[in-house]
Structure formats: C-alpha cells, structure tokens
C-alpha cells in the first residue's frame, strides 16, 4: 500500500468521524510524509469556558510527524493516536 493511499484514507476517516471524535479529528495530513497533531484545538474544543480563538498559538502547537513509507505511516498514526489521547494537562512539546 503506497503513502498516497494511506493519506487518502486518513481523509476518509476524517470525514467520517462525527463532530465529537476524540482521536482522528485532531490528526491531519496536509501533505503526503507527515501527520499534524493539532492540540490547540483539541484543548480548545475541550475547554469548559472557550478562550477566543488564536490562530498564532494554534500554529505553535501544531506538532509535526514525517513518515517516508508504508511502515513509517503505521508508527506515526499510532504515536499520534498515544499523543493526542493524552489529558490536556500534559503539555507535548515538539523539538526541531
């Protein structure tokens, strides 16, 4: 299975997941190699009183993970299910 299907069916699992998805609704794939972890807005979203929106913070937490095949794929999907799981009190810190 190439990284171009791969990525389709993330699309496809995110689409289909409803509004209130834990997991895959805060992992993207905006180019084909790597996964994006959006915990801005999943701690936005599970936020009891909702703070207005930064668009520079949401890019600041954005947390980037590359993948170059099939198997790479796999490990990232895993880590970022792991990663965004995570309560919101623990701060992930991307290092580049």
Known sequence: MSVKTEVESLHRIRERAPATAKVAGYIYAFKPGQLALDFYFRNWVCADDIPEWD????????VTLPYSNY????????MARILIAL?????VVQVV
């Open 55 to 62: 668009e520079d913070e949401r890019y600041r937490q954005l």
């Open 71 to 78: 198997e790479g794929f796999r490990r990232a999907y895993r």
């Open 87 to 91: 309560p919101r009190h623990i701060r």
